[in-house]
C-alpha cells in the first residue's frame, strides 16, 4: 500500500540554523500539507500546497518558513532560521484530490529538536 | 470558525469490554469528520472517515464510529478493546474555508490505555 515517507526521522539542530525537512508524499496525490504537533500538545496545521502553490497558510507559517516541490516526487519544508520553539514533530500529509476522497495521509513524522 | 473537542485526556478501559473516545464537532455546514490513531513515535494512521451516507460507520481494527448530527457527535467505539488498542487518538474535522484545500482541524488528542 503506497504510504508517505519523511526523512530524517530525527533531527538535531542549533538554535539559528536552517533545517530542510523532506517529504515524498504519494505519488498521485494533488495536494500536500505539513502539520506540526509540539510535544504533548494537538496537531497543528501549518501549510497547504497545490499546484506548485501555497493554498493556504497558519499564522505559525511566518517568513522563516517556506515549502516547494522541487521535482515530480519531493515536497520540502525549510525553516530557514530555527528558534527554540520550532522544536516539534513535523508531519507530512497528502490527499488525492478525487472527488469525494477526502483522506488525508501522513507520513511518520520528523522529530526536530532545536537547541 | 470549525473546532472539534475532545473531552477526555485520557480513557482508562479493561481489555475485553467496549471502548469509547468520545468528540464534539462544532462546523459551519455539513461536517467531514474523521479519527486518527498515534502510536508511541509513529505518525498518524488513518482509521476512519464520515462523510456522508449511513451514520455508522466502520473503520480499521474493529473501530467504528457513530455521527450524530443532533448532538454534533462522532464517538469512536470498539465493542471489546484490545492491549494494542493502547494509543492516542485524534478526532479531526476538515475545515470548509480555505476552498477546495482544506486543512483538517484536531482536537486535543485521547490517550486509551487498555489495561491486561
Known amino acids: 500500500e503506497p504510504e508517505v515517507t519523511q526523512t530524517p526521522s530525527h533531527q538535531v539542530t542549533q538554535m539559528g540554523q536552517e533545517v530542510i525537512l523532506r517529504c515524498v508524499p504519494i505519488?498521485?496525490?494533488?495536494?500536500f500539507y505539513w502539520y506540526r504537533q509540539i510535544l504533548g500538545q494537538k496537531v497543528e496545521f501549518l501549510v497547504s500546497?497545490?499546484?506548485?502553490?501555497?493554498?493556504?497558510k497558519s499564522e505559525i507559517f511566518d517568513d522563516q518558513f517556506s515549502v516547494e516541490r522541487p521535482d515530480g516526487s519531493n515536497f520540502t519544508l525549510k525553516i530557514r532560521s530555527t528558534k527554540l520553539e520550532d522544536s516539534a514533530m513535523y508531519f507530512c500529509a497528502s490527499r488525492s484530490g478525487q472527488r469525494g476522497v477526502e483522506t488525508q495521509y501522513f507520513g511518520p513524522g520528523t522529530r526536530l529538536l532545536v537547541l | 470558525a470549525q473546532s472539534v473537542a475532545q473531552p477526555e485526556d485520557q480513557v482508562n478501559v479493561a481489555e475485553g469490554n467496549p471502548l469509547t473516545v468520545k468528540c464534539t464537532y462544532s462546523?459551519?455546514?455539513?461536517?467531514?469528520l474523521f479519527w486518527y490513531v498515534q502510536y508511541p513515535n509513529r505518525g498518524l494512521q488513518f482509521l476512519l472517515k464520515y462523510i456522508t451516507g449511513d451514520n455508522l460507520v466502520k473503520g480499521s481494527y474493529g473501530f467504528e464510529a457513530e455521527f450524530n448530527k443532533s448532538q454534533t457527535s462522532f464517538h469512536l467505539k470498539k465493542p471489546s478493546a484490545l492491549v494494542s488498542d493502547s494509543a492516542l487518538y485524534f478526532c479531526a474535522v476538515r475545515d470548509i474555508i480555505g476552498g477546495g484545500y482544506n486543512k483538517l482541524i484536531f482536537g486535543a488528542g485521547t490517550r486509551l490505555a487498555v489495561h491486561p
Open positions: 462546523v459551519s455546514g455539513n461536517p467531514y
Open positions: 505519488s498521485n496525490h494533488l495536494y
Open positions: 500546497f497545490y499546484n506548485n502553490e501555497i493554498s493556504e
